[in-house]
């Protein structure tokens, strides 16, 4: 029971921090949730995380819900329960203290300076969790030409990403991944 | 004859209307949120919408949750940021413990373990792309402090994996006063 609590306390503190790094985006925090999660925590394996990723990716709903299948998969529904609730209890009671000063913020010359500053550190952080989910989950040809042909669908065509899931999914169902 | 703007919604039409929005957003809620609530609801002019937006970007935590909370407390207090919150990830809630347990039971079959390797690897693709889609608008204007921002962050956190706390404490307010030098 007690190293249950422990357990929890760690995940909701870590989380809690995540969310102050998601600047732009809940998946600019998956360096920071990776580095903590496999690498300094040992919780969960490196191609376990870039699975749980996957998952998340592929369902709908907001990217944030990684968190809560990650928090599952560390610590069971408590888990789940504590990593969401660490992940957006308290930027969303910042957000609601915010709307209620919004018409005070809103044309502030200071919140287009620092949305403008915000941007390339987000761009760098999305990069960083690009490169971290490829190398746990690009381990051979096949994986490569499904990241490779993901890539290309994605970028060039307006084919919904989900078609790739689909596929991808068919190919390892096949055995060929 | 439709007005361009209607009422504000209610706390069971808020929560609706994310609910809506969480489960039809796969992969991007975003372009769902305006969908639902500028063009359907028609609950925010366009404009106000991504005035509401940026500031979400602005404070920290998931940019469409911020939203969430932003948009049901402007329109209807407490209630309705929690009526929007709950409807926004709830659901998606539900589905990644209902997710969790499968994998938890399921996730080491031989049979699976090439379907999760290979959706691995097409969720490394998509995320890919997203990231060469952001960067490419900033790299094409000229050459800017804030390229080398971004390559900064880059390297800091995804090569020498630095913890993130002390790479944002450097380069943020860094990245803030090279904005606030570059400002028109």
Request: glycine share 8%.
């Given at each position: 029971?007690?190293?249950?609590?422990?357990?929890?306390?760690?995940?909701?503190?870590?989380?809690?921090?995540f969310?102050?790094?998601?600047?732009?985006?809940?998946n600019?925090a998956v360096p920071e949730m990776h580095r903590q999660a496999v690498e300094v925590h040992?919780w969960i394996s490196d191609r376990k995380f870039s699975?749980l990723f996957?998952?998340?990716?592929?369902?709908?709903?907001?990217?944030?819900?990684f968190?809560?299948?990650l928090?599952?998969?560390?610590?069971?529904?408590?888990?789940?329960?504590?990593?969401?609730?660490?992940?957006?209890?308290?930027?969303?009671?910042?957000?609601?203290?915010?709307?209620?000063?919004?018409?005070?913020?809103?044309?502030?010359?200071?919140?287009?300076?620092?949305?403008?500053?915000?941007?390339?550190?987000?761009?760098?952080l999305?990069?960083a969790s690009a490169l971290i989910v490829?190398r746990a989950?690009?381990?051979?040809?096949?994986?490569?030409?499904?990241?490779?042909?993901?890539?290309?669908?994605?970028?060039?065509?307006?084919?919904?990403?989900?078609?790739?899931?689909?596929?991808?999914?068919?190919?390892?169902?096949?055995?060929?991944? | 004859?439709?007005?361009?703007?209607?009422?504000?919604?209610?706390?069971?039409?808020?929560?609706?209307?994310?609910?809506?929005?969480?489960?039809?957003?796969?992969?991007?809620?975003?372009?769902?949120?305006?969908?639902?609530?500028?063009?359907?609801?028609?609950?925010?002019?366009?404009?106000?919408?991504?005035?509401?937006?940026?500031?979400?970007?602005?404070?920290?935590?998931?940019?469409?949750?911020?939203?969430?909370?932003?948009?049901?407390?402007?329109?209807?207090?407490?209630?309705?940021?929690?009526?929007?919150?709950?409807?926004?990830?709830?659901?998606?809630?539900?589905?990644?413990?209902?997710?969790?347990?499968?994998?938890?039971?399921?996730?080491?079959?031989?049979?699976?373990?090439?379907?999760?390797?290979?959706?691995?690897?097409?969720?490394?693709?998509?995320?890919?792309?997203?990231?060469?889609?952001?960067?490419?608008?900033?790299?094409?204007?000229?050459?800017?402090?804030?390229?080398?921002?971004?390559?900064?962050?880059?390297?800091?956190a995804g090569?020498?994996r630095?913890?993130l706390?002390?790479?944002?404490?450097?380069?943020?307010?860094?990245?803030?006063?090279?904005?606030?030098?570059?400002?028109?």
């Amino acid at each position: 029971m007690n190293e249950d609590s422990d357990l929890y306390i760690a995940l909701l503190l870590n989380f809690a921090l995540f969310s102050l790094m998601a600047v732009g985006g809940a998946n600019s925090a998956v360096p920071e949730m990776h580095r903590q999660a496999v690498e300094v925590h040992h919780w969960i394996s490196d191609r376990k995380f870039s699975e749980l990723f996957a998952i998340a990716q592929a369902a709908p709903g907001p990217n944030v819900v990684f968190v809560t299948l990650l928090g599952h998969y560390i610590a069971g529904i408590p888990g789940a329960l504590i990593t969401t609730i660490a992940m957006c209890g308290p930027t969303c009671a910042i957000a609601y203290f915010v709307a209620r000063v919004f018409d005070r913020f809103k044309s502030a010359p200071w919140r287009v300076v620092v949305q403008a500053g915000l941007v390339p550190v987000t761009i760098g952080l999305i990069a960083a969790s690009a490169l971290i989910v490829a190398r746990a989950a690009d381990r051979d040809a096949v994986t490569f030409l499904i990241t490779a042909a993901t890539f290309s669908l994605t970028y060039w065509t307006k084919v919904s990403p989900l078609v790739a899931f689909g596929v991808a999914a068919a190919l390892g169902l096949a055995g060929l991944v | 004859m439709t007005p361009s703007l209607v009422s504000s919604p209610t706390v069971p039409q808020l929560f609706r209307a994310f609910t809506k929005i969480a489960l039809c957003g796969f992969g991007g809620v975003l372009a769902w949120s305006r969908r639902v609530i500028v063009d359907e609801k028609r609950w925010l002019a366009p404009d106000v919408f991504n005035e509401l937006l940026a500031l979400c970007q602005v404070l920290p935590g998931p940019n469409i949750v911020n939203f969430s909370v932003m948009f049901g407390s402007r329109s209807a207090g407490l209630l309705g940021a929690l009526a929007a919150l709950f409807g926004l990830i709830g659901p998606p809630v539900i589905l990644m413990i209902a997710a969790g347990i499968l994998y938890r039971r399921y996730g080491d079959l031989p049979e699976l373990k090439g379907v999760l390797a290979g959706l691995a690897a097409a969720a490394a693709g998509l995320i890919i792309a997203t990231s060469i889609q952001m960067a490419q608008a900033m790299v094409r204007a000229r050459l800017r402090p804030g390229h080398l921002v971004a390559v900064a962050t880059f390297v800091a956190a995804g090569i020498f994996r630095l913890p993130l706390l002390w790479v944002m404490a450097v380069l943020v307010p860094i990245s803030i006063a090279f904005a606030w030098w570059e400002r028109p």
